[in-house]
């Protein structure tokens, strides 16, 4: 089966920079993506590495290593409105199509 | 604008009364998905399709069944089988392994 792990909460503090991990175990990997959910919403797509390495994109970066089956989401110069939740979601590829496992979510609060 | 419609917004049930969700999606994308989210958890698969006219099931079926006879549309029913249907219901869309795009989400809410 698939296996995704990442921490259930963090805090850190305006302008900061703080880092989410997310460890995952899983057959027919296809890429690992990072979605932004605020409470109530629909999650938002942030990211996806397929290969390994970093991939930047603004405030926000994220890292894969497939052969530790690990990756982690970075974001930078952080705001108020970045409180909400990061979900890790792993595609991988089964008989019948592409899927998405996701983790449960870390819930990283910003302070001032 | 193209994206993805999930209504209605909010949804009350009886017990033992059945319920159908809508996803409608005009990004031409052929994949749909739902999933469903509890309270402090992440999003678990229900049904998804890659194709009009297929389906399969995710990891939790049980209880829920749909039908892809449009590409746009990717409707969900709720039956009165499943045991614990409150919960907040997402559908999605996406072109071959590419992100998946969300609609607003429905909550179902069963008295």
């Known amino acids: 089966g698939q296996n995704i792990d990442q921490p259930t909460e963090m805090t850190a503090t305006e302008g900061a920079i703080v880092q989410i991990n997310c460890t995952y175990q899983?057959?027919?990997?296809?890429?690992l993506f990072w979605y932004q959910q605020h409470a109530g919403e629909a999650p938002t797509f942030l990211s996806y590495n397929v290969l390994d390495g970093l991939e930047e994109k603004g405030r926000f970066s994220s890292f894969l290593s497939r052969s530790k089956g690990y990756s982690y989401l970075l974001l930078k110069e952080l705001q108020m409105k970045d409180s909400a939740s990061y979900l890790c979601?792993?595609?991988?590829?089964?008989?019948?199509?592409?899927?998405?496992?996701f983790g449960t979510g870390t819930q990283l609060k910003v302070e001032l | 604008d193209g994206g993805i419609t999930q209504s209605p917004k909010y949804l009350f049930r009886k017990e033992g009364q059945n319920v159908t969700l809508s996803c409608e999606q005009n990004l031409n994308h052929d994949a749909m998905y739902w999933y469903r989210q509890d309270p402090g958890q992440g999003l678990r698969l229900i049904y998804y399709s890659q194709i009009v006219n297929d389906f399969q099931k995710g990891d939790i079926a049980e209880g829920y069944s749909v039908s892809r006879e449009k590409k746009e549309s990717f409707p969900l029913t709720v039956t009165s089988a499943q045991k614990n249907p409150t919960a907040f219901y997402l559908c999605?869309?996406?072109?071959?392994?590419?992100?998946?795009?969300f609609g607003p989400g429905t909550r179902l809410t069963v008295l």
């Open positions: 899983t057959s027919g990997f296809n890429g």
């Open positions: 999605a869309s996406s072109m071959g392994h590419n992100e998946q795009f």
């Open positions: 979601a792993v595609m991988w590829f089964t008989g019948g199509g592409n899927k998405l496992t």
